[in-house]
């Protein structure tokens, strides 16, 4: 590859791509709009997209990062989100904006676990641990949907002709563009009248979508896995919808602070952001990401970042 231009192969593989995501995507959209069919389909449109294009142009599977990587990229990709949601919510409930902890959920606990004559601390500290480990198979089962196709393949596909500050932007805006059609016509926004109004939503989705884009595209290049990502989407989505948003007691003006249509969680991920996106600026440097890598591990090739591949897990 000369220069930073993109390679034919690259340009042709992107474009079947999309064509089959605008296709797949679409039709599962439509499901879950008109018919509940909810988002776990939509969410794995993009591996669906991502396998025909790479039967299509005949790609090998092996070059979408599955090797587990690093152990140290995959515990960051874990603890990050929770500690952003930890951050976050702990300003939220200090100023008042949502209360802790909400006892209907401590008494949902309880009986669920079948934890009788177990207090409200012990349920919650018993189970709240348990549910950040174990619930992860689970969360998993609908982030890797995505993640095989934006960071298996997109991010790096990217990267091979692009700097981290375009791979970001770019892979970013498509990643909340495809989100669009449940939020401008399906349920993935707050009715309430006590929520932000739906620009104001929109705004800060898109704050929680680009922050995320640049964290875990830093962490799936650095990592050589998609497994980064994949943990990380994870991670987010378990602590935000199954901890930190039941555990939080609703007052009337609680919907405009919390999860990522509110007002606090975005902006608290939006400094975690900064700090990687100029982490990864000064890492990987002005040229190519791709180009950047090879000059300091000849090992990665142009097609298909092979640190990430089967035979790299460490």
Same mark, same amino acid.
């Given at each position: 590859?000369?220069?930073?231009?993109?390679?034919?192969?690259?340009?042709?593989?992107?474009?079947?791509?999309? !064509?089959?995501?605008? $296709?797949?995507?679409?039709?599962?959209?439509?499901?879950?709009?008109?018919?509940?069919?909810?988002?776990?389909?939509?969410?794995?449109?993009?591996?669906?997209? !991502?396998? #025909? @294009?790479?039967?299509?142009?005949?790609?090998?599977?092996?070059?979408?990062?599955?090797?587990?990587?690093?152990?140290?990229?995959?515990?960051?990709?874990?603890?990050?989100?929770?500690?952003?949601?930890?951050? /976050?919510? @702990? %300003?939220?409930?200090?100023?008042?904006? /949502?209360?802790?902890?909400?006892?209907?959920?401590?008494?949902?606990?309880? /009986?669920?676990? /079948?934890?009788?004559?177990?207090?409200?601390?012990?349920?919650?500290?018993?189970?709240?641990?348990?549910?950040?480990?174990?619930?992860?198979?689970?969360?998993?089962?609908?982030?890797?949907?995505?993640?095989?196709?934006?960071?298996?393949?997109?991010? *790096?596909?990217?990267?091979?002709?692009?700097?981290?500050?375009?791979?970001?932007?770019?892979?970013?805006?498509?990643?909340?563009?495809?989100?669009?059609? %449940?939020?401008? #016509?399906? !349920?993935?926004?707050?009715?309430?009248?006590?929520?932000?109004?739906?620009?104001?939503?929109?705004?800060?989705?898109?704050?929680?979508?680009?922050? @995320?884009?640049? $964290?875990?595209?830093?962490?799936? #290049?650095?990592?050589?896995?998609?497994?980064?990502?994949?943990?990380?989407?994870?991670?987010?989505?378990?602590?935000?919808?199954?901890?930190?948003?039941?555990?939080? $007691?609703?007052?009337?003006?609680?919907?405009?602070?919390?999860?990522?249509?509110?007002?606090?969680?975005?902006?608290?991920?939006?400094?975690? @952001?900064?700090?990687?996106?100029?982490?990864?600026?000064?890492?990987?440097?002005?040229?190519?990401?791709?180009?950047?890598?090879?000059?300091?591990?000849?090992?990665?090739?142009?097609?298909?970042?092979?640190?990430?591949? *089967?035979?790299?897990?460490?």
């Amino acid at each position: 590859m000369a220069g930073n231009q993109m390679s034919a192969d690259s340009k042709r593989t992107i474009a079947v791509f999309f !064509t089959a995501l605008v $296709i797949v995507s679409g039709f599962f959209d439509f499901m879950a709009v008109h018919y509940k069919g909810g988002s776990y389909n939509v969410m794995w449109s993009v591996t669906i997209a !991502t396998l #025909l @294009a790479f039967w299509i142009t005949r790609r090998d599977l092996r070059t979408l990062g599955w090797g587990w990587g690093p152990w140290r990229y995959q515990w960051m990709a874990f603890l990050i989100p929770l500690a952003y949601c930890a951050i /976050g919510y @702990a %300003l939220i409930w200090a100023k008042g904006w /949502g209360g802790f902890y909400n006892p209907d959920f401590a008494v949902q606990l309880r /009986g669920k676990y /079948g934890l009788t004559g177990w207090s409200d601390s012990a349920v919650l500290g018993y189970v709240l641990p348990l549910t950040a480990f174990l619930g992860m198979p689970g969360s998993l089962s609908s982030a890797l949907g995505e993640e095989i196709g934006w960071r298996g393949f997109l991010v *790096p596909e990217l990267a091979k002709s692009m700097t981290f500050s375009k791979v970001v932007l770019i892979s970013g805006v498509i990643w909340g563009a495809y989100h669009l059609p %449940l939020i401008l #016509l399906g !349920t993935y926004h707050n009715n309430s009248s006590n929520a932000l109004p739906f620009a104001g939503q929109l705004v800060m989705f898109f704050t929680v979508i680009m922050s @995320a884009s640049v $964290i875990i595209a830093y962490l799936r #290049l650095k990592s050589g896995s998609l497994w980064s990502a994949a943990v990380f989407h994870a991670s987010h989505n378990l602590f935000v919808q199954t901890i930190f948003n039941p555990i939080t $007691i609703q007052y009337p003006n609680t919907p405009k602070y919390v999860d990522e249509l509110g007002l606090v969680l975005p902006l608290t991920m939006l400094p975690v @952001a900064v700090y990687f996106f100029v982490k990864g600026r000064r890492e990987f440097g002005v040229i190519a990401v791709g180009q950047s890598m090879q000059a300091v591990c000849p090992a990665i090739i142009d097609d298909g970042f092979e640190s990430g591949s *089967p035979s790299s897990i460490r």
